[in-house]
C-alpha cells in the first residue's frame, strides 16, 4: 500500500517505532479529536436549525414578571 | 424490470437449494473450505435470496382497517424532522401558551415541572412567575396540618381535576387523558394529534353521533368526547403570529412532543457524533482485521506425498 517513501511509511517512523508513543497519541488525539468532532456537529447542528434555537425566541423575558 | 428478473434468479437459487437438504450442506461446507474467491460470491447471492424470500414471506402484513383505526393521517413536514433538526423553540412556547389556555382546563400535564420549561420556552424568572399564579398543597407543617402555598418551579403542572372520576364525572364519562406522553401513547403520535385536533367535521349522510359526542374521522370509532377546541383567534400569541387554527395546531403538538420526548435534541447530537465515530472504528477495525489476517490468506498450502 505504502512505498518507502509514502506519507504512511512517515507516519509509521514518526508514531508507531515506541508503543508508548503510539499509545499516547491514541490517548491524545482520543481527546483533542473528540473535541473537534464536538466543535464540528455543534456548528452543522447551528447551521442547520437557524432561528429555532432557545436563545432565539423573540418574545424572551416579555411576560410580566412582577405580580 | 431488470430487478424483478434478478430477484427471480436469485429466488430460483435460493428454492433449488432449499429442496435439496443434504447437498446444501455439503455445498455450504466446502465453500466455507474453498479459499477460491468466485464462489464467495456465489455465497453472497445466495444469502441475498435468503433475505429476499424472508421479506417477500413478511408481505401478506394486516393493512390498517379505517373502522379499527380511525382514518389514516398524512405526514406533515414537521420542524424537528430530521437527523439534525432541532425543535422550534418559540414554536414549544406558543404551544404551552395554547396548551395553558385551551387544553388545560380538562387535561392534565402532571408529569411536566415548571422548571422543565426553563431554558426550552421561558426564563427562569418568567417561569417562576408562571408557577406562583397557581396554588399547591405542601406536605405537613410543624402543626401537622396541610397548607397551600404559591408555586415554585420544582411543582407539577396543575391538574384540572383531583382524579380520574372527577375528571369523567365533569365530562360525560369519558376521562380527558394526561397530555405529557401523548405523541409518544399514540401511533404516529404527532400526525394523529394534530390531524385530530384540526379534523373536526360534518359527519357524512347517514352518520348519527349521539348527544354529547363529536364526529371525528380520526379517532377510532370516529365519534370523541372532546368538543372541537382550536378556533380561529381563540388565542393571542405574545409573538403576534396570528393564530389559526392550523398554526395553534402545530404549536400546540410541538409542545406535546418536546414534553414526551425533552431529550430528542441531545440524542440526535450523540447519535450523530457516535454513529459517525464508530463508522470511522470500523473502518479501522476492517483494516486491521484484514491486516492480521493477510498472512494466513496468503500462505500457500505443499502437499509432501510420500509414495
Partial sequence: MANQKGALEGFYRLIMRRNSVYVSFIIAGAFFGERAVDYGVHKLWESKNVGKRYE?????GQRPVEE | MVGGGFIQQILRR???????ATPVRSWLSSTKANVDAGSSGVRAFALLGAGVTGLLSFSTVASADEAEHGLACPDYPWPHDGILSSYDHASIRRGHQVYQQVCASCHSMSLISYRDLVGVAYTEEEAKAMAAEIEVVDGPNDEGE???????????????YANESAARFANGGAYPPDLSLITKARHNGQNYVFALLTGYRDPPAGISIREGLHYNPYFPGGAIAMPKMLNDEAVEYEDGVPATEAQMGKDVVSFLSWAAEPEMEERKLMGFKWIFLLSLALLQAAYYRRLKWSVLKSRKLVLDVVN
Avoid: N
Fill in chain 1, 56 to 60: 432565539d425566541i423573540s418574545v424572551l
Fill in chain 2, 14 to 20: 435460493k428454492l433449488h437449494s432449499q429442496s435439496l
Fill in chain 2, 146 to 160: 396541610m397548607f397551600t402555598r404559591p408555586g415554585k418551579l420544582s411543582d407539577r403542572l396543575p391538574q384540572p
